[in-house]
């Protein structure tokens, strides 16, 4: 599985971004995709996770209330939207997918992206 993540960039506080994850290679299964993000000096925190055949979501508490996670099927690609954004969620963030049934935790996904940088200014 490959793993291509967009959509970072330089928000101010209170703004909203869009990121993608774009896959290819073989098909997910039961596989669930997540978003982690790692801040300079700090350690990966996972954000978002959707479980790819049930669409279920699981948010962590940094995004509940202001992230949304979804995904399209046609187009292999989970979206997370992020919202209010605030100069606290300034990080690199990853996708990555994992087989696991626990989606929280970083050790347990196989496959990752490149990250992609958000920088919300206050």
């Known amino acids: 599985v490959q793993l291509q993540a967009s959509g970072g960039g330089l928000v101010q506080a209170g703004g909203s971004l869009r990121l993608s994850c774009a896959a290819s290679g073989p098909t997910f299964g039961d596989s669930a995709v997540g978003w982690f993000r790692q801040a300079p000096g700090k350690e990966r925190e996972f954000v978002a996770a959707?479980?790819?055949?049930?669409?279920?979501?699981f948010y962590g508490d940094s995004a509940k209330g202001r992230f949304i996670i979804s995904r399209d099927i046609v187009k292999r690609t989970v979206f997370l939207q992020m919202n209010r954004l605030e100069p606290e969620d300034t990080a690199v963030y990853y996708c990555a997918v994992t087989r696991h049934d626990i989606v929280t935790m970083s050790t347990l996904y196989e496959f990752w992206g490149q990250g992609t940088l958000v920088t919300v200014s206050s």
């Open positions: 959707i479980r790819w055949s049930s669409n279920s979501p």
